[in-house]
């Protein structure tokens, strides 16, 4: 990925609700839009030795290029690998009929993202009852349990 940030705030450079153009650098993996999302890794930039970005498949596959103004090509986002809870006070919404409870996403490579676990009741009393029975096997694991 390029690391640069995205602005998505007015004091960032950029009017709220738009993302910053994305210029991929030597390396970065890109997804074409003119070709349903393919993924490339990008070879070559427009203006050194190419008018075009030249993207390969990151297994095998034939080269192609994309326009120099990358208006097709858009990032490949990290994939998440797993969630953690953050410290928060979760407060049941009776009209939504839900409990958001705050999370952090952890990524492939490295980054983080906060988003929030939307509980339904039915959801809260499932996990109620995994939660309820994997203390029980901690406990009976360690040695607490009667």
Same mark, same amino acid.
């Given at each position: 990925?390029?690391?640069? %940030?995205? +602005?998505?705030? =007015?004091?960032?450079?950029?009017? *709220?609700? $738009?993302?910053?153009?994305?210029? @991929? ?49 858009? %990032?490949? +986002?990290?994939? =998440?690998?797993?969630?953690?809870? *953050?410290? $928060?006070?979760?407060?049941?919404? @009776? ?52």
């Amino acid at each position: 990925m390029s690391g640069r %940030p995205t +602005p998505h705030l =007015p004091s960032q450079g950029a009017e *709220l609700g $738009t993302t910053a153009p994305f210029f @991929p650098q030597l390396g970065d993996l890109a997804a074409d839009t003119t070709r349903n999302g393919r993924v490339g890794v990008v070879g070559a930039l427009p203006g050194e030795g190419a008018a075009t970005y030249h993207l390969r498949p990151p297994d095998r596959g034939p080269a192609w290029s994309a326009p120099a103004d990358a208006s097709t090509l858009a %990032p490949v +986002p990290a994939r =998440p690998t797993h969630a953690t809870l *953050l410290v $928060t006070y979760p407060v049941y919404d @009776p009209r939504a009929e839900q409990g958001p409870v705050a999370i952090l996403v952890h990524h492939e490579d490295g980054g983080r993202s906060e988003a929030a676990l939307l509980l339904t009741p039915t959801d809260l009393e499932r996990l109620h009852t995994q939660t309820g029975r994997m203390l029980g096997d901690s406990e009976r694991y360690h040695g607490d349990a009667p």
